[in-house]
């Protein structure tokens, strides 16, 4: 038109004293983040914009954030990826799609990261995917647990994080979940099958560990890593081993003392070495200890075949006892004639030999409480070979628990593979017994529809 400018068709200039928004940076992959927070609502939520070309530095540039009222306020890029991170995560759709797309095992990679926030990120957001019972066994079969178990976290916020996933999932592992576990443990492969049974191990129920460790053959598969040539595989089995016998309450530290003994004819303390009444004597060290047969009778098997058998000590007055101490035959029979007797560190070795002898169970359960108060890493070997030599059950539970505790420990010192190729078979008979007894009547009633077939 003549004698008009012509207007410009285009972007205008800005005006002045205004500023146009800055530009979300774009990530390598081509993709920009921009979190908005509407008036309505205080949850942020996310949209992924699709840039031209991919790439970008974006070194300096910030994410937006628009508040209350539209106002842009800068965010750092670390936390704008926190943010859209969590809400992200929250979604069961985004959850699916990690879960059945391999995102499980780059979200536990991520457990190992140098960053505070990335590291947090990445529990928060296996956090949300254990909450639905449909990833569980996913979770499981690609080590997620034993990779919670075994991070190093920096800040106590993912520390947190971690133990409520972990007893999240415990809280998952029943009904169609179990019975999926129990099918990769039968069927899965090798590896799979190991960290089935380690997870179970930690997260089961005791009323189901007859049904995975018994009847599933999961306890076979966790003694076979305590003799791998792995030594991750030796720490992760010894593990799973001692919280399954702790949960099973079999195994467990003689930390009370023993109960009484079941009351026998005991004559009482004034009758101790007394000569009154006394029809047997005993020659211990070249001294006499004058003793009584009908307490001798009701205490004790050998003492019983002595008398009543074809044993020279029958119709014999003095009978002589050649290979125990006097102090500890006064021991010994101070227990006999009044069920108790204060047993300490330095003579319960001895005593406990003697009971053994003497067929005296009370008096070894006293004996054994004593000994297993001292094991420790210089001594669990002899203590051990000691209550195999004399019977002393407790004390032999006693020490294979603590190996297992110490396992890492105990693997360092001379002789530990021996040590460990003689504990496995008194470990599994030991466990066999107690996780046989250990189904509660609701247990068979839950999973006896378990079915071998997988679920997703």
């Not at 990530?27 to 309505?40: A, N």
């Not at 999926?180 to 049974?197: D, P, T």
């Not at 003994?261 to 000569?275: A, D, F, H, I, R």
């Not at 009778?297 to 003492?303: G, N, T």
Request: with cysteine; net charge positive; glycine share 8%.
């Amino acid at each position: 038109m003549q004698g008009r400018t012509a207007r410009r068709k285009g972007p205008t200039a800005p005006q002045r004293g205004r500023r146009l928004p800055r530009e979300a940076p774009r990530s390598r992959d081509g993709w920009r983040i921009e979190i908005m927070d509407g008036r309505r609502s205080r949850q942020a939520s996310t949209r992924r914009v699709r840039t031209e070309g991919g790439g970008g530095s974006g070194d300096a540039a910030m994410h937006r954030l628009r508040g209350q009222g539209g106002r842009p306020v800068d965010l750092s890029r670390e936390e704008a990826t926190k943010r859209s991170s969590r809400v992200f995560y929250q979604d069961t759709h985004n959850q699916a799609g990690i879960a059945y797309n391999g995102g499980l095992v780059p979200l536990l990679k991520l457990l190992d990261s140098k960053n505070g926030s990335l590291q947090h990120n990445a529990a928060f957001a296996l956090y949300g995917v254990a909450d639905n019972e449909d990833y569980v066994s996913d979770f499981i079969k690609v080590g997620g647990v034993q990779k919670l178990q075994d991070g190093e976290f920096i800040v106590q916020a993912t520390k947190d994080c971690v133990a409520k996933t972990l007893k999240r999932l415990e809280e998952k592992i029943n009904g169609r979940v179990l019975k999926h576990l129990l099918y990769l443990m039968l069927v899965g492969e090798k590896s799979v099958q190991r960290r089935v049974a380690l997870a179970l191990a930690h997260l089961c129920a005791p009323e189901d560990q007859r049904t995975i460790f018994i009847d599933s053959n999961g306890l076979d598969l966790l003694l076979d890593l305590l003799i791998s040539m792995s030594s991750k595989h030796q720490q992760d089995g010894s593990a799973a081993l001692y919280k399954l016998a702790n949960k099973a309450a079999a195994l467990s530290p003689m930390d009370a003392a023993p109960p009484s003994p079941t009351p026998q004819v005991y004559l009482g303390e004034q009758y101790v070495n007394s000569s009154t009444l006394s029809d047997v004597t005993f020659l211990v060290e070249g001294k006499r200890f004058y003793a009584h047969r009908i307490a001798l009778l009701a205490c004790s098997d050998a003492f019983r075949a002595m008398f009543d058998g074809g044993y020279k000590e029958k119709d014999a007055r003095d009978i002589e006892i050649p290979n125990i101490r006097w102090e500890v035959f006064e021991l010994m029979m101070r227990f006999i004639y009044t069920g108790s007797v204060q047993v300490t560190s330095e003579i319960a070795q001895d005593l406990l030999r003697a009971a053994d002898q003497y067929l005296l169970e009370g008096l070894k359960r006293l004996c054994e409480y004593t000994i297993a108060k001292d094991v420790n890493l210089d001594n669990v070997s002899d203590m051990y070979d000691l209550s195999d030599a004399f019977h002393a059950v407790s004390l032999r539970h006693t020490c294979i628990l603590y190996i297992l505790e110490h396992f890492n420990k105990i693997c360092t010192r001379a002789g530990s593979p021996q040590l460990i190729q003689r504990v496995i078979p008194e470990l599994r008979n030991f466990l066999t017994k107690a996780l046989s007894s250990s189904r509660s009547p609701s247990s068979s009633d839950r999973n006896s529809d378990f079915i071998l077939v997988p679920i997703h």
